[in-house]
């Protein structure tokens, strides 16, 4: 799946310890280009925060993992970014659920 839009803010990577080792990541929010714009919070992990280079104002199409988890009887959704490449047409649906994704 896939989701375009204009970068509103990068954030600064996080980074820290758990019982699997070290992660950092960096979160970004995309605002989609539909006629209702939505405001997306995304999250680059892992190796590709280094790779994957986002700034406020890119208009971009972003491949998208979405998975929840359970913490605490509480369920929390994460959006990641694993391929991002500049937007092609901005007036299209901004949203696509084609085959891109290798899961």
Not at 26 to 51: H, N, Q, W
Not at 89 to 99: F, G, I, K, V
Request: aromatic fraction near 10%; include cysteine; charge should be negative.
């Amino acid at each position: 799946m896939y989701i375009q839009g204009k970068v509103l803010n990068v954030f600064d990577i996080q980074t820290g310890e758990s019982p699997r080792g070290s992660w950092k990541k960096r979160e970004f929010i995309l605002e989609t280009y539909a006629k209702v714009p939505k405001k997306i919070c995304m999250a680059i992990k892992g190796d590709a925060v280094d790779s994957i280079q986002v700034q406020n104002g890119d208009s971009l199409k972003v491949s998208v993992d979405i998975e929840s988890r359970e913490y605490k009887e509480k369920w929390y959704t994460e959006i990641r970014a694993w391929k991002v490449e500049p937007a092609v047409n901005t007036s299209e649906d901004p949203t696509n659920t084609s085959d891109d994704n290798p899961f």
